[in-house]
């Protein structure tokens, strides 16, 4: 089991950014695929981007492209998800994730296995 540990979140105004960063505990062939995923309150979980940790491929869900980067430091087993321009509806809970092992990653929230805690991000004036 890999533990995930997620850091960065917190309040800030529209049009402001945050950076999250997840730290994994080890890589292994189950985080070849690293993901943020969101949770506003009453509403489903849904993917925003992933990132191979190999290859370095990235996939975002459209609502974020443009908006933001997610990246990785393999040497620091760490992924981070730099949010730019954030909107009122960027307001959840942002948790971090890890599948694998796959070729190609995706947002889907089947293909990951091991999840963090979360970390809250509220976006208001």
């Known amino acids: 089991q890999v533990q995930l540990v997620e850091s960065g979140g917190g309040s800030v105004q529209p049009g402001g950014s945050l950076r999250l960063s997840c730290a994994a505990s080890?890589?292994?062939?189950?985080?070849?695929?690293m993901g943020w995923f969101r949770q506003a309150p009453g509403k489903e979980r849904e993917g925003v981007a992933a990132i191979h940790t190999s290859s370095g491929n990235t996939y975002y869900v459209d609502s974020v492209k443009g908006r933001f980067t997610i990246s990785r430091d393999n040497a620091k087993r760490t992924v981070y998800l730099q949010m730019n321009s954030l909107q009122p509806e960027d307001t959840a809970m942002y948790y971090c994730?890890?599948?694998?092992?796959?070729?190609?990653?995706?947002?889907?929230?089947?293909?990951?296995?091991?999840w963090g805690q979360g970390t809250q991000v509220t976006v208001s004036s």
């Open positions: 080890r890589y292994t062939s189950s985080t070849s695929c």
């Open positions: 994730a890890a599948g694998g092992p796959w070729a190609r990653c995706s947002t889907a929230e089947v293909d990951y296995k091991s």
